[in-house]
T-cell receptor
Framework: NAGVTQTPKFRVLKTGQSMTLLCAQD?????MYWYRQDPGMGLRLIHY???????AKGEVPDGYNVSRLKKQNFLLGLESAAPSQTSVYFC????????????????FGPGTRLTVL | DAKTTQPNSMESNEEEPVHLPCNHS???????IHWYRQLPSQGPEYVIH???SNVNNRMASLAIAEDRKSSTLILHRATLRDAAVYYC???????????FGAGTILRVKS
């Protein structure tokens, strides 16, 4: 059971370049999330998905797009990278959304460290 | 989302209990209290959550004040592996997101 995996682990981009971050989970979770973490700060939610084919905006969605074509994968895209997007990106997944039932805890991947020059 | 206040940092000795406080005076009736921790260079890890009653699991205990305006995460015997940033987070019952603050940096001395 690999849990949540993220590809790549590190990446350096030049301003204006594009890239896609891949998140995969093998726990059959319905819900998936993308966060970013800037130095010395807590995580902020970028986008999330409540199921295959559905996505929604989080707290800081500008400059990012996402897709959830398969239940186990959640992709985060940067169409035209900017230095302000230099950050560590974490993907997470959970079985449920509600705190009333078990399975609401989010499982996080190891992160992707992105630098935009 | 209601805000939480945590100390910036705390220090503990190995094998001693640790009490990590969190204030949330604007908590609403449907807010659950969550704790996550983040070890160095890793993604956050779920620790525990609760609504009104105290909660225990294999990792920690969560003590919630009667008026719910504060809570305390209790690590019963700190180990070096418990050195991490601990986040106290409030989330609505059907909330879709976790809002992370700066958290408390816990240092464990051997």
């Amino acid at each position: 059971n690999a849990g949540v995996t993220q590809t790549p682990k590190f990446r350096v981009l030049k301003t204006g370049q594009s890239m896609t971050l891949l998140c995969a989970q093998d726990m059959n979770h319905e819900y998936m999330y993308w966060y970013r973490q800037d130095p010395g700060m807590g995580l902020r939610l970028i986008h999330y998905s409540v199921g295959e084919g559905t996505t929604a905006k989080g707290e800081v969605p500008d400059g990012y797009n996402v897709s959830r074509l398969k239940k186990q994968n959640f992709l985060l895209g940067l169409e035209s990278a900017a230095p302000s997007q230099t950050s560590v990106y974490f993907c997470a997944s959970s079985y449920s959304l509600t705190d009333r039932t078990p399975g609401n805890e989010q499982f996080f991947g190891p992160g992707t460290r992105l630098t935009v020059l | 989302d209601a805000k939480t206040t945590q100390p910036n940092s705390m220090e503990s000795n190995e094998e001693e209990p640790v009490h990590l406080p969190c204030n949330h005076s604007t908590i609403s009736g449907t807010d659950y209290i969550h704790w996550y921790r983040q070890l160095p260079s890793q993604g956050p890890e779920y620790v525990i959550h609760g609504l009104t009653s105290n909660v225990n699991n294999r990792m920690a205990s969560l003590a919630i004040a009667e008026d719910r305006k504060s809570s305390t995460l209790i690590l019963h015997r700190a180990t070096l592996r418990d050195a991490a940033v601990y986040y106290c987070i409030l989330r609505r019952e059907y909330g879709n997101k976790l809002v992370f603050g700066a958290g408390t940096i816990l240092r464990v001395k051997s």
